[in-house]
């Protein structure tokens, strides 16, 4: 068993190195200020769970590109089903000569989706496009305008989920004018709210029913676990009240599954575990081991509510990230590989409650599989976004990446490989603690 003496040494230089600041000076020269990384090391190569800088650092990625290489950088079957694609073509677009991967991708998508009733698909290059396309899907179909959405989401930097989000800065402020006719109610917070599910839910459907009127909805939004907004899970009894309102009144259910899909919460959609059945489900990220892939699927009568040709674009299901689609999906469903996700989510929470008995700054530790946030708060129990700041930078410093959450930028996100070691798991932890101990 590794043991702190015999692990690896993994930062070498300061962090960032002399290599990566050289680099980030042109960053600022050369690329638009909007683009800022969190961390501006910059990776040379990755394989498994670890980054490796241009300086010789080492990181454990509890990142993921946000939860975008959950199998692991460089997976071999992924790589080779890319790499087999490639040479024999890698672009018609689908819309002018079709292919047989796209179709293969949105067979088995109708599979894993949650729901039993027959499903299409629709295939696009990133999340955002993915619930633009649901939104207007849904839109079609139910011939209505309104968009509710929930606090504390967040779906995308297009022009209609800017609208979306919860927060403004640093997504659509000084941008224009938001779309209308969005509507928002509260999440159900259990760590802020302390309300039951159902009656959390009750008191969105009060305020909905005054702003928007049930007529007036085409579709919910929501993201069955908030992602960026701090790993929020919803309290029993919240999604399911909202999925009976919305039967009730015919508006279309969409599940915003770009960060908690495809095997991140130990189920193959976060949505299983509430009971939640979507009439749409949106998938991204992780779909394509590191290839821009998203979709749409749903109910095939509400999926055929748009005309021929009112869907796609030049990039939209794009055959070599078809190609990794196919593969990442087989391997999430191999025997055992939802089971290991389960146990390093209790063994990851496990570590972090530990955790919350040594630091007072932790207020909530919440999550599901390769999924957990930990709100830091400050001693009168507020957001405490700079604690959030030294412990990434300590954390860092240290060789573990994480990520902010939150809509106040105080929650610790931690979104690590869904096959993760638990050695690696256990390093990062004693890595966290060094860092909360630290500030």
């Not at 040494?9 to 690329?31: D, H």
């Not at 049930?214 to 992602?227: K, R, S, T």
């Not at 809509?407 to 993760?420: A, C, E, K, M, T």
Request: charged fraction near 20%.
């Amino acid at each position: 068993m590794t043991t702190i003496a015999t692990r690896p040494k993994r930062i070498r230089t300061a962090v960032p190195g002399p290599r990566s600041q050289a680099l980030n000076a042109q960053r600022e020269e050369f690329v638009s200020a909007s683009v800022s990384p969190l961390l501006p090391v910059y990776i040379d190569r990755a394989e498994g769970s670890i980054l490796t800088d241009v300086d010789g650092n080492e990181f454990i990625d509890f990142g993921c590109g946000i939860g975008v290489t959950s199998l692991g950088h460089g997976n071999e079957a992924a790589l080779g089903a890319m790499l087999a694609q490639s040479r024999r073509f890698t672009h018609t677009l689908f819309t002018i000569t079709p292919y047989e991967l796209y179709v293969e991708v949105a067979r088995l998508l109708t599979e894993i989706t949650p729901g039993d009733f027959a499903k299409k698909s629709v295939l696009s290059s990133t999340g955002a496009e993915a619930i633009e396309n649901a939104v207007k899907i849904a839109r079609a179909h139910t011939r209505r305008n309104g968009i509710a959405v929930v606090d504390h989401g967040y779906h995308g930097r297009t022009n209609l989920t800017l609208g979306m989000n919860y927060k403004a800065q640093p997504y659509s402020a000084h941008v224009g004018p938001r779309p209308g006719e969005i509507y928002r109610i509260p999440n159900s917070y259990p760590f802020q709210d302390g309300l039951d599910g159902a009656e959390a839910a009750r008191r969105g459907i009060r305020q909905l029913e005054k702003t928007s009127g049930a007529q007036n909805l085409a579709c919910l939004v929501i993201e069955p676990i908030q992602g960026e907004g701090g790993v929020v899970v919803p309290a029993p009894g919240y999604l399911e009240t909202l999925q009976a309102w919305c039967r009730e009144h015919g508006i279309v259910i969409i599940a915003d599954e770009i960060q908690t899909g495809l095997g991140r919460t130990g189920r193959l959609y976060a949505s299983e575990h509430f009971g939640l059945v979507p009439d749409l489900v949106v998938t991204a990220k992780a779909i394509a081991a590191g290839i821009p892939v998203s979709a749409v699927t749903g109910r095939s009568e509400i999926m055929d509510a748009i005309p021929a040709g009112g869907l796609s674009g030049t990039f939209s299901g794009n055959p070599v990230g078809c190609a990794a689609a196919v593969e990442v999906i087989r391997q999430l469903r191999e025997p055992g590989v939802l089971e290991r996700t389960v146990e390093i989510g209790e063994r990851i929470q496990a570590g972090l409650r530990a955790l919350q008995a040594k630091h007072a700054v932790i207020g909530d530790v919440r999550g599901l599989g390769a999924l957990h946030g930990v709100e830091l708060v400050d001693a009168a129990g507020e957001p405490d976004a700079a604690a959030f700041a030294r412990v990434h930078r300590e954390a860092a410093a240290r060789g573990l990446l994480t990520m902010a959450g939150g809509s106040d930028g105080h929650v610790l996100r931690l979104l690590p490989q869904v096959n993760i070691s638990d050695e690696l798991i256990d390093e990062a932890l004693e890595i966290l603690d060094a860092a909360f101990a630290a500030r």
